[in-house]
Nanobody, 122 residues
Framework: QVQLVESGGGLVQAGGSLRLSCAAS????????MGWYRQAPGKQRELVAL????????DYVDSVKGRFAISRDNAKNTVYLQMNSLKPEDTGVYYC???????????????WGQGTQVTVSS
């Protein structure tokens, strides 16, 4: 079993910053990708940022480019999301996600965090 524990959400004024953390634990052999998704009220969940732990390559949704930065600590199986210059439209529940393998011969699996609320006031 794999658990993802998120932290760092909260209430912040527009222009402020927050840092989200997500620590993965459990039966993990390797991680293919780690990402952050968000879901605003009445909207579908969307991918915000993605990182490949091995190469460190990153990808972002256009609306956060230049403001958000995703990073990882491979030794701790932890992924971070630094969010700067926050806007009210960044408000939502942020979910951590990993694509991983339980073992070298296992198929890829996906795990989700419980979600952390980010609210940006104008």
């Amino acid at each position: 079993q794999v658990q993802l524990v998120e932290s760092g959400g909260g209430l912040v004024q527009a222009g402020g910053s927050l840092r989200l953390s997500c620590a993965a634990s459990g039966s993990i052999f390797s991680i293919n990708a780690m990402g952050w998704y968000r879901q605003a009220p009445g909207k579908q969940r969307e991918l915000v940022a993605l990182i490949t732990p091995g190469s460190g390559s990153t990808d972002y949704v256009d609306s956060v480019k230049g403001r958000f930065a995703i990073s990882r600590d491979n030794a701790k199986n932890t992924v971070y999301l630094q969010m700067n210059s926050l806007k009210p439209e960044d408000t939502g529940v942020y979910y951590c996600n990993i694509n991983f393998k339980h073992g070298p011969l296992n198929r890829n699996s996906v795990a989700w965090g419980q979600g952390t609320q980010v609210t940006v006031s104008s």
